[in-house]
T-cell receptor, first 115, second 110 residues
Framework: AQKVTQTQTSISVVEKTTVTMDCVYE???????LFWYKQTASGEIVFLIR??????ENATVGHYSLNFQKPKSSIGLIITATQIEDSAVYFC????????????FGSGTQLTVMP | EAAVTQSPRSKVAVTGGKVTLSCHQT?????MYWYRQDTGHGLRLIHY???????EKGDIPDGYKASRPSQENFSLILELASLSQTAVYFC?????????FGSGTRLTVL
């Protein structure tokens, strides 16, 4: 069965620094898709970035990038030049290519960016 | 303009009562989902639907029913609400690459 694990419950960083959030996953599929979402203090959930398992190049969107280490079943989210507004809960999620289209989520990491 | 709209934003229900949470999307998406979020946990899938008049069970369907009367609307029904169903519920529709979420409904069962 597929599983997504985020072991970091919370992280605090100083503004303008770089932060990495960890995520490991379990799947038996050879093809799968990995996602990161951000949940703001208001509760809104927003899609940030996605990595397809067959792609070797790490995805990058704005100041978000991924560190995809397939042999380790790991997909880290890197935020560079953090801003106060990046304070939020970040969720990692996975979808297997087989079966129905379902996202399985990790438990989330609370990021606090301090001035 | 919000493409996935949930109502109500919050609700207080009594144990044993019936609760209906509504979701409306203007994305023209076929797939819609209901997730539950508990404090300290991620999102867990309750029910989903890929076509009107058809619903499928997710990972935690017990105690919940779903209804998809049209492509745009997807409801989550708690026939006999229980204390353990206190949570925040999110509806989502599926685009080409990912899910688009509503703002959530905070349900408190007393």
């Amino acid at each position: 069965a597929q599983k997504v694990t985020q072991t970091q419950t919370s992280i605090s960083v100083v503004e303008k620094t770089t932060v990495t959030m960890d995520c490991v996953y379990e799947t038996r599929d050879s093809s799968y898709f990995l996602f990161w979402y951000k949940q703001t203090a208001s509760g809104e959930i927003v899609f940030l970035i996605r990595q397809d398992s067959y792609k070797k190049e790490n995805a990058t969107v704005g100041h978000y990038s991924l560190n995809f280490q397939k042999p380790k079943s790991s997909i880290g989210l890197i935020i560079t030049a953090t801003q106060i507004e990046d304070s939020a809960v970040y969720f990692c999620a996975m979808r297997e290519s087989s079966g129905s289209w379902q996202l399985i989520f990790g438990s989330g990491t609370q990021l606090t960016v301090m001035p | 303009e919000a493409a996935v709209t949930q109502s109500p934003r919050s609700k207080v229900a009594v144990t044993g009562g019936k609760v209906t949470l509504s979701c409306h999307q203007t994305n023209n998406h076929d797939y819609m989902y209901w997730y539950r979020q508990d404090t300290g946990h991620g999102l867990r899938l309750i029910h989903y639907s890929y076509v009107a008049d058809s619903t499928e069970k997710g990972d935690i369907p017990d105690g919940y029913k779903a209804s998809r009367p049209s492509q745009e609307n997807f409801s989550l029904i708690l026939e006999l609400a229980s204390l353990s169903q206190t949570a925040v519920y999110f509806c989502a529709s599926r685009g080409a690459e990912t899910l688009y979420f509503g703002s959530g409904t905070r349900l408190t069962v007393l």
